[in-house]
């Protein structure tokens, strides 16, 4: 009596994820022309962010086509393959943290500014990202130096602590700059219609994106 190996909850679940990230960085990529299109005065900053993340979002598309295409084509019908991480598939461990430590940075500068230069607060909120930041640095080198996934256990301590970093980060940025553009509410209907839609927008980006 003859087994299939059924991989549609690992690899496969891999494959929908690799479409979908392709379907994103498509989006990234007609965001990224039109903001160099229509807010090509902003400031150096602002645009070196902007070309950062599409960057990386690239290298994130890459990294995962590599990974899926070396497990689903190069390795057909070789489920030993199947045990071992691929090099692309743990970078793509700490490209997501770098990603994310971007992110915090950008945001974490807002938060300085709206809560009228708050360094304590802004402090706080720098040593979350910084210490996720670590974590996942520690997690992939641990990846590597243990590439099979059957050790994938051991690792999870480490993703749940990066998980929870980037968490805690998402929500006080969230939060203070909910809290802070509320305070700026004048009564002016305009102005705070203005004001509910930057709130709604900083908390999509913050707790709604976890």
């Known amino acids: 009596m003859s087994s299939t190996l059924n991989i549609n909850d690992t690899f496969g679940t891999f494959l929908i994820g690799v479409v979908v990230s392709a379907t994103l960085f498509g989006m990234i ?3 990224t022309f039109s903001y160099f299109q ?21 290298l994130h598309s890459a990294l995962s086509t590599h990974a ?4 689903t084509i190069i390795n057909y019908r070789n489920p030993i393959a ?4 691929i090099w692309s598939l743990t970078t793509i461990l700490q490209l997501s943290g770098t990603i994310r430590f971007v992110v915090h940075i950008f945001f974490i500068r807002r938060v300085y500014y709206v809560s009228r230069k708050n360094l304590p607060l802004a402090v706080v909120v720098f040593i979350l990202a910084l210490a ?6 520690v997690l992939t080198y641990r990846a590597f130096r243990s590439p099979h996934f059957y050790t994938i256990p051991q690792l999870i301590p480490y993703m749940n602590a990066a998980l929870s970093l980037s968490m805690a980060a998402d929500i006080i940025i969230a939060g203070s700059l909910s809290y802070f553009l509320h305070k700026t509410r004048s009564g002016i209907k305009k102005t705070d219609t203005m004001i509910n839609k930057l709130i709604i927008y900083a908390v999509n980006n913050g707790i709604l994106t976890r």
């Open 29 to 31: 990529c007609i965001q």
């Open 38 to 58: 229509n807010y090509g005065t902003d400031n150096s900053r602002v645009k070196l962010f902007v070309s950062a993340l599409f960057v990386f979002g690239g």
């Open 68 to 71: 899926i295409y070396y497990y």
């Open 82 to 85: 199947l045990l071992d991480s």
């Open 132 to 137: 996720h930041c670590g974590t996942t640095i």
